[in-house]
């Protein structure tokens, strides 16, 4: 897409984010298009996630009003100095990808947000569905300068600094599934997605990257297990940019703590917050599957099961944890 019809579509974006109908004519005079230019860019916006209605007569109207990503609005919300640079970005795709490629110039502590994602990555391969305006798309950047083995257990710390996050907002009944997911009313939120870049021995970049849903369209596909977003549980309209700045507070502060006491400093917080605390799961390790209870974590962050008497550690990789009901 050339940088123009991106602009174009931005700006059309900000015409009909307000959840009112807007005429095609009126559409396109205030941007100097065609109305045949306007519906085109309305269909591009249509297959990139957003919910618009056409009604002859009346126009285009957005489901639900969209307040879109505004750097000076997260910045002006923050209640800690910030600790990196942020870039809000219309669609990208991926960005954990933006980060991963400009690592060599970039600073512990910087941020990007987008709007929507075209290659959303999520774990073990699969794909994030990045509806435009839709969720959080955050991906955070630090570099651990003891190495990769300064990084154990960091996915659980981040876990606590996003249901901290969202508890500040007032969102209390948030659980977490080990190693990865944010959890409410048992279908999951939000995941962490955390890629790692640096050779052993020396410092160790890390990509944290979240994905959280905050408001999906209610045709939303693509999406291979029970989950849910925050405006399924919420009063009023979330307001995506107070929610990344009070992210990127929690992250800050997780990080600069991490970074100094490393998981201990998070697992009492963490095992409150454990979805399979004392609950019959069944980890599934490859092509084998073993049942037990879940019994917390240990301190470099396992996952504790109970089976056949035995507390046994599972460390990360490959394993899923599930429910075994
Ligand atoms: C998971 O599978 O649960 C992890 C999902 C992580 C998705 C986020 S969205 C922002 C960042 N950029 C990506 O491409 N992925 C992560």
């Known amino acids: 897409m050339s940088k123009l019809s991106d602009q174009h579509r931005i700006q059309l974006l900000q015409l009909i984010a ?69 870039d809000v970005l219309n669609i990208i795709d991926s960005t954990n990808q933006h980060v991963k490629s400009r690592t060599a110039e970039l600073a512990s502590g910087y941020a990007c947000v987008a709007e929507a994602q075209t290659a959303g990555r999520g774990r073990h391969g699969r794909t994030w569905v990045s509806p435009y305006g839709a969720s959080i798309y955050l991906s955070y ?6 190495g990769y083995q300064a990084m154990a257990g960091l996915s659980l710390a981040i876990g606590v600094a996003i249901s901290e996050a969202l508890r500040e907002l007032g969102f209390a009944d948030i659980q977490l599934k080990w190693p990865n997911d944010i959890y409410l009313n048992s279908k999951k939120l939000a995941g962490v997605l955390i890629e790692v870049e ?33 405006a399924s549980v919420a009063d009023q309209q979330v307001d995506r940019n107070q929610l990344v700045a009070v992210l990127l507070d929690q992250l800050d502060h997780t990080l600069q703590l991490f970074e100094q ?31 037990g209870m879940g019994r917390g974590i240990n301190d470099s962050g396992a996952f504790l099961l109970e089976h056949e008497g035995q507390i046994k550690a599972y460390h990360g990789g490959e394993i899923s944890v599930r429910a075994d009901d």
């Open 18 to 86: 307000n959840g009112a109908f807007h005429s095609g004519e009126a559409l396109g005079e205030t941007l100097g298009l065609s109305r045949a230019a306007i519906s085109n860019h309305i269909k591009a916006l249509s297959a990139l996630g957003l919910d618009i209605f056409s009604v002859k007569g009346k126009g285009y109207r957005l489901a639900a009003p969209l307040s879109l990503l505004q750097a000076e609005q997260i910045l002006a919300l923050r209640r800690r100095p910030a600790v990196g640079a942020l």
């Open 141 to 146: 950047f630090w570099s651990f300068a003891q």
């Open 261 to 291: 006491q490393g998981l201990p400093a998070f697992s009492s917080a963490w095992q409150q917050l454990d979805l399979f605390r004392n609950k019959p799961v069944k980890l599934i390790l490859g092509d084998q599957t073993v049942r």
């Open 198 to 230: 640096g050779q052993v021995g020396s410092a160790c970049d890390s990509i944290i990257g979240i994905g959280l849903n905050v408001a999906l369209p209610s045709s939303l596909e693509g999406i291979d297990q029970p989950f849910t977003d925050l």
